[in-house]
T-cell receptor, first 114, second 113 residues
């Protein structure tokens, strides 16, 4: 079990630039989630994949955000035309359906928009 | 709308001083209640899942309990390494496939030697 892996761990970008985060879930976990967390708050749900299908998107996910999970393996979260309000930690999590209900989180990707 | 409220927001304990963290929740039907530990700058680390009222789970100095309206995380004789933010989350049982977690804002625990 290598855990949920996220890359990059930290990203500083200028306002208006595009950024992309990658998530590699735990092997054989077919459910994948993206969350966003700001300082002093709990994680907030952004979107959910079952295999390659994106089944739910939060109202928090504006048109500037897009997530993909080609072939049901790794996932990417892209933010276009970043704004200072996008500064947060972006967390990826995965879950295996067959063997329990636990959702495991990665270490997160910190985004700072300057 | 599902709600999760954690209290206190912050708690400072002396090493060895036992205490409890509270998580109260409002959900249509509870599929599971989760406790996570989060260290600064890191992702949440899974601790426990509780599924039904009356259920209890233990891990080292931590014990989680569940009622129909709230959950408690009891910390017995804490050590400085127990210092972290403890997050509570609920998973609603509405028959959908997502089973996403709804988190509270956490309790920041500081244990002083």
């Amino acid at each position: 079990d290598t855990g949920v892996s996220q890359d990059p761990r930290h990203k500083i970008t200028k306002r208006g630039q595009n950024v992309t985060f990658r998530c590699d879930p735990i092997s054989e976990h077919n459910r994948l989630y993206w969350y966003r967390q700001t300082l002093g708050q709990g994680p907030e749900f952004l979107t959910y994949f079952q295999n390659e299908a994106q089944l739910e998107k939060s109202r928090l996910l504006s048109d500037r955000f897009s997530a993909e999970r080609p072939k049901g393996s790794f996932s990417t979260l892209e933010i276009q035309r970043t704004e200072q309000g996008d500064s947060a930690m972006y967390l990826c999590a995965s879950r295996e359906v067959r063997n329990g209900n636990t959702i495991y989180f990665g270490e997160g990707s910190w985004l700072t928009v300057v | 709308e599902d709600q999760v409220t954690q209290s206190p927001e912050a708690l400072r304990l002396q090493e060895g001083e036992s205490s409890s963290l509270n998580c109260s929740y409002t959900v249509s039907g509870l599929r599971g209640l989760f406790w996570y530990r989060q260290d600064p700058g890191k992702g949440p680390e899974f601790l426990f899942t509780l599924y039904s009222a009356g259920e209890e789970k233990e891990k080292e100095r931590l014990k989680a309990t569940l009622t129909k309206k709230e959950s408690f995380l009891h910390i017995t004789a804490p050590k400085p390494e127990d210092s972290a933010t403890y997050l509570c989350a609920v998973q609603e049982n509405y028959g959908g496939a997502t089973n996403k977690l709804i988190f509270g804002t956490g309790t920041l625990l500081a244990v002083q030697p």
